[in-house]
């Protein structure tokens, strides 16, 4: 599959703790945009798309939240629950998240800037696709 989970180096001392996310070193593509995902519901889940091209890696900056990925043949899930782990998603892989705690906040950064024409949001669509490669 299309993803894999990345240990993000904690710099840690009596001040406190420190990561750093790096283009080409611990985030392997370069970061053109980040966003988060805040103040969700209960039992809301978000995502529900892939992206044809775009890389992207999760990471749970506080609480805890659940991500099912799919490559139309094998279902993952996955829980962020600590900001030291990044889930890197590639492109073609489905996604959700869901089972959000209260206190989440999902940063999410990507490699390249926001373009819709990028997302397969059909899930069906989503399927004939990965049918074709």
Not at 77 to 95: C, D, F, K, Q, T
Not at 103 to 111: E, F, G, P, R, T
Request: charged fraction near 30%; charge should be neutral.
């Amino acid at each position: 599959m299309n993803q894999k989970m990345i240990k993000l180096k904690c710099h840690v001392n009596d001040k406190g703790s420190l990561i750093s996310l790096e283009s080409g070193k611990n985030i392997p593509f370069d970061i053109k945009r980040v966003y988060y995902i805040f103040g969700v519901k209960d039992e809301v889940r978000r995502g529900f798309h892939a992206h044809k091209s775009l890389d992207q890696v999760l990471v749970c900056t506080s609480g805890s939240c659940k991500v099912l990925t799919d490559d139309g043949r094998n279902k993952e899930n996955y829980e962020l629950n600590s900001p030291v782990l990044g889930l890197h998603i590639g492109a073609m892989l489905w996604h959700e998240m869901f089972d959000f705690s209260q206190d989440c906040v999902l940063m999410v950064l990507a490699s390249d800037f926001y373009d819709e024409s990028d997302y397969v949001r059909d899930y069906s669509e989503f399927i004939a696709k990965i049918k074709k490669t």
